[in-house]
């Protein structure tokens, strides 16, 4: 008899820019504990992507996506047969509401787009903005990522 796998676990993250900027959030939560990252957050059971985006914006920063496109799918993989990542991010320009500055996975700011290669976030992470953040508008992309170690991965 076949060993059953778990199935893969869905993610939504949202890169919110305004006027070259983009908010990071400093995690206070493993994994990545005290790097920057962007909000966003797990599927919930019977949950629509776009709604879990906008969920997690609202929850993570007090902000309404008003503006939102999605931009990147990734499928995360590794060598461990619990590490199955789908990860979808979504790229929003407009909003609306009060950015609670601290939020509850961490201290939210914005960051300068000319500057994503020196900020302080995985070297992962930072190839996914750039890259989502590089897409014209209404481009769409799908990778597929296998991960080493959270500092060694590769694009298949």
């Keep these: 008899m ?6 893969p676990r869905i993610a939504c993250h949202i890169l919110v820019e ?7 959030l400093r995690r206070i939560k493993e ?7 962007v909000p966003g957050g797990k ?6 992507l776009l709604d879990c ?23 995360e993989t590794s060598e461990s ?6 990860v979808m991010f979504y790229h929003c320009t407009a909003f ?13 700011d914005w960051y300068s787009t000319h500057d994503i290669a020196n900020i302080d976030c995985s070297p992962v992470d930072k190839m996914i903005y ?14 597929n990522l296998f991960f080493h170690n959270p500092h060694d991965y590769e694009i298949r």
């Design 2 to 7: 076949q060993q059953s796998l778990p199935l």
């Design 130 to 143: 750039q890259r989502a953040l590089s897409l014209s508008e209404g481009e769409f992309e799908s990778l």
């Design 31 to 37: 994994p990545y504990k005290g790097l920057l990252a």
């Design 96 to 108: 609306s509401g009060t950015l609670q500055k601290d939020g509850p996975e961490g201290q939210l």
């Design 53 to 75: 985006a906008k969920r997690e914006l609202r929850e993570e920063t007090g902000l309404v996506a008003e503006d939102i496109a999605l931009k990147l799918q990734i499928h």
């Design 43 to 48: 599927l919930e059971p019977g949950e629509f």
């Design 18 to 24: 305004k006027n070259d900027q983009l908010l990071l």
């Design 81 to 86: 047969p619990d590490w199955q990542w789908i």
